[in-house]
């Protein structure tokens, strides 16, 4: 069973469309959860970083957000520039900082 | 240099056959990190390297994978005896220290397609 998964696994969204992906983990002791994005060809390209259930944090069109078990990647009136692979890493505490990644989900924004 | 960066960016190589794969860290960045991305797949850990030493390489699925940090910056990342299986993207990272909450600095990944 997979500790960190992603849904949906692809998403197409009309430009101004907004819409939410998730991340939900399995594991207990969470002691971070990172959002990252993944253009083709590319490494994933850090965007946040959320530490305990009820925190948010923004930037440009994205909110990432965190309860117990699920974190929520929000895209207010996407653009095309946004489509992308989104991908969610957990890690956990008692030592290892060795994340574990989702799968990711595919977004295309089309014009 | 500004960004963690990756040499070669693809290699195509025979089954059979040894690869050198070699990450170049932020400046500075005492923790590096190798994954493995295939296809349709989040990246999959490898190896952890603190320093000079590797810290953890669990990940490292059996023992024709090696990886080497001599002076505590650059790492190079080493296949004996390549397997059709081993194609993937391999990605390098870098943090500043290793502990904490630290983030993740990815390179852009080097494609390796095996024959």
């Known amino acids: 069973e997979d500790q960190v998964t992603q849904s949906p696994e692809a998403l197409r969204l009309q430009e101004g469309e907004s819409s939410s992906l998730n991340c939900s983990y399995t594991v207990s002791g969470l002691r971070g959860l990172f959002w990252y994005r993944q253009d083709p060809g590319k490494g994933p390209e850090f965007l946040f970083t959320l530490y305990s259930a009820g925190e948010e944090k923004e930037k440009e069109r994205l909110k990432a957000t965190l309860t117990k078990k699920e974190s929520f990647l929000h895209i207010t009136a996407p653009k095309p520039e946004d489509s992308a692979t989104y991908l969610c890493a957990v890690r956990l505490s008692g030592g290892s900082y060795i994340p574990t990644f989702g799968r990711g989900t595919s977004l295309i924004v089309h014009p | 240099g500004a960004g963690v960066s990756q040499t070669p960016s693809n290699k195509v190589t025979e089954k059979g056959k040894y690869v050198e794969l070699r990450c170049d860290p932020i400046s500075g960045h005492t923790a590096l990190y190798w994954y493995r991305q295939s296809l349709g797949q989040g990246p999959e850990f490898l190896i952890y390297?603190?320093?000079?030493?590797?810290?953890?390489d669990s990940g490292l699925p059996n023992d024709r994978f090696f990886a080497v940090r001599p002076e505590g910056s650059v790492s190079t990342l080493k296949i004996q005896r390549t397997e059709r299986g081993d194609s993937a993207v391999y990605l390098c990272a870098s943090s500043l220290t290793g502990g904490g909450d630290e983030t993740q600095y990815f390179g852009p990944g080097t494609r390796l397609l095996v024959l």
């Open positions: 390297f603190q320093g000079t030493g590797a810290a953890d």
